[in-house]
């Protein structure tokens, strides 16, 4: 796996509404993304948003690439040698991350073997997951 490094760049005018400023953006690398993940407790969530707001603080920025840290963290998903607990994070609204390897069914028999219920009604979800989500400063 080629390592990207980590990248600030000013906010595309194109992006500016949905960052809500003008100002630095930042491109994450697997590695930043990994230490972030690699802090969550078992039995705890995190959402991409959240990720995206921890890097955003850790690196003094407007805003962070939620395409680039995406991509980052299927990398390390798929990275086998990635000990970072990858199936922890999950989308803004409790989803399941089909990109991750296995697809959104390998994230949630992960996720109940730590003892959460998934809803699997329309798309999968996690239950109730905004009880179990972690706050990593």
């Not at 992006?15 to 590695?31: D, Q």
């Not at 399941?96 to 959460?116: N, T």
């Amino acid at each position: 796996m080629t390592e990207q490094e980590d990248i600030i760049v000013d906010i595309p005018q194109n992006r500016v509404k949905f960052f809500g400023t003008t100002g630095k953006m930042l491109l994450p690398s697997a590695t930043a993304v990994a230490a972030i993940v690699a802090q969550i407790p078992a039995a705890q969530l995190m959402t991409t948003a959240q990720l995206r707001q921890k890097l955003t603080r850790q690196f003094n920025v407007q805003g962070t690439c939620p395409i680039t840290t995406r991509k980052a963290l299927k990398s390390i998903a798929h990275d086998v040698s990635s000990a970072a607990p990858y199936w922890r994070i999950v989308s803004q609204n409790g989803g399941l991350i089909a990109g991750f390897p296995g697809g959104a069914a390998a994230q949630a028999a992960r996720l109940e073997a730590e003892g959460f219920a998934i809803d699997e009604s329309k798309s999968p979800k996690v239950r109730d997951f905004r009880l179990n989500l972690t706050v990593i400063d």
